[in-house]
């Protein structure tokens, strides 16, 4: 697999898009059923995603970012003929191990934790590729994601 270089996230209870997204001309999509979806529309976002997935045909890699740090079994079986899943939130080798043989793994670094346990957290057998979550990572070292940007401060 070529690893990709643009990411397009999309809502997972916005199905209507998966398609569009798929089209749009990144090198793969990953549909969020983590912060992008309401915990009471997830099941419903699981069920489309999961068919939608069983259905498509042969396009771009897709990804399913998860709920974190462990994936229920829900999402996991939702990401069942994706790319691979990304994991929010990894602070550690421990959270990734109950993943080694499911599914490729990107596993976000988003905590002060999760950036001094970077180098464990790449070597794990699951793990194929890192992502930093800037947003959260910031607000867990108390910094302003953009500092003097006044738009974004």
């Known amino acids: 697999m070529t690893w990709p270089r643009t990411w397009l996230f999309v809502p997972g209870d916005r ?12 090198d793969a999509v990953i549909v969020d059923l983590e912060d992008a979806v309401d915990p009471g529309a997830r099941p419903a976002a699981r069920e ?12 771009v890699p897709v990804w ?10 829900e ?19 421990a959270e990734l191990d ?14 002060a934790r999760g950036l001094r346990g970077v180098d464990a957290i790449a070597e794990h057998p699951a793990v194929v590729g890192l992502m930093i ?11 302003p994601v ?8």
């Open 133 to 143: 979550g800037e947003y959260d990572l910031a607000a867990d070292l108390g910094m």
């Open 75 to 93: 999402d996991l079986a939702a990401a069942a003929g994706a790319a691979g899943i990304v994991v929010p939130k990894v602070a550690s080798t």
């Open 15 to 26: 199905s209507d898009r998966f398609d569009k997204a798929t089209s749009c001309g990144a």
């Open 64 to 73: 399913v970012r998860v709920s974190a740090p462990a994936p229920p079994p």
């Open 98 to 111: 109950a993943l080694a043989d499911a599914i490729p793994v990107v596993a976000m670094v988003e905590t």
């Open 146 to 153: 953009h500092p003097g940007h006044p738009a974004l401060d």
């Open 48 to 59: 489309a995603l999961g068919t939608w997935l069983s259905e498509r045909g042969p396009t």
